[in-house]
């Protein structure tokens, strides 16, 4: 398994383009915009906020890693996950998704998965109450709650209100039909989903089948090699891109297999 590192943060904290597809409506130009906050950007240690520098780099190697396998796979679609909470699942995620739209001929939508624990939104500063789950509750349409963080060519798409049957409806076929539908349309966009862990909760093991390939992330010091054999095992007939080794304190070794 392909392993990439990302480095532990110490110094902080302490276009116009439209489609209707089936009735899921994507329409970019009423995207709503954000205006970001550096200073918070930065305490929340999302690279935007960041001057370039190793911090920079890391995310900027594993999005060119992620992209080599995916692109030679024709793969458009990742989830990331972990295999326990404050791993660095959801920092991971936007700051990919960040690295992907920097490349000037992509696109990234960052879609906020873990309704257990909703993070994208609250990390770019963006208030919402609304998401992925009133599209799935309540059909709202995803164009409207598409919201661009700031950042040229990245659309965040939160996770909206607590679902109670979240694993139920990830699997549902009207998510699949707009995991499909999302995918199929843009060639140039990649799609990074940020899941809860996979050994807490069935919903990422429910829905990675749907999507093309999986991140797992690990930190450095805390994950423990059984939980990691665990959920390799529980990932064994799922695409795995590779693992993310975050939060290393190595600072000399930018990345190995
Ligand atoms: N590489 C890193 N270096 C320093 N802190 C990090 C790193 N990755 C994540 N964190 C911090 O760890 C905490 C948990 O990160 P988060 O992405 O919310 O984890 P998860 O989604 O796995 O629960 C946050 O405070 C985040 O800023
Ligand atoms: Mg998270």
């Given amino acids: 398994m392909n392993t990439i590192q990302t480095l ?10 439209e489609s209707n597809l089936d009735g899921i409506n994507i329409a970019y130009s009423q995207t709503r915009v954000h205006t970001p906050n550096s200073q918070l950007l930065k305490e929340n240690r999302i690279i935007s906020g960041f001057t370039p520098g190793p911090w920079l780099e890391a995310y900027r190697m594993l999005r060119t890693r992620c992209l080599q396998s995916m692109d030679a796979m024709e793969w458009k679609t990742l ?60 059909d709202k349409e995803i164009s409207s709650m598409l919201i661009n963080p700031g950042i040229d060519r990245l659309v965040v798409l939160p996770a909206g209100k607590p679902l109670f049957n979240s694993t139920e409806m990830l699997r549902s076929p009207k998510m699949v039909r707009l995991v499909n539908e999302l995918k199929s349309r843009y060639p140039s966009r990649a799609i990074i989903f940020d899941m809860p862990p996979i050994l ?17 992330v690990v ?21 795995v891109l590779g693992t993310v080794f975050n939060k290393s304190t190595d600072h000399t070794i930018p990345f190995h297999d």
């Fill in 219 to 239: 930190e450095e010091g805390r994950t423990k090699s059984d939980e990691l054999k665990h959920a390799a095992s529980l990932l064994k007939d799922i695409n």
């Fill in 79 to 138: 989830a990331i996950t972990s295999t326990s909470g404050k791993t660095g699942n959801s920092l991971t995620a936007a700051n990919l998704a960040i690295s992907i739209a920097m490349e000037l001929d992509r696109t990234a939508l960052l879609v906020d998965a873990n309704f257990l624990n909703p993070a994208i939104a609250k990390l770019f500063g963006i208030q919402t109450d609304t998401g992925l789950s009133d599209y799935l509750l309540h």
């Fill in 200 to 216: 807490s909760h069935d919903d990422t093991l429910g829905f990675s089948p749907y999507v093309d390939c999986v991140l797992l």
């Fill in 8 to 17: 532990a943060d110490k110094t902080s904290q302490a276009g116009a383009d």
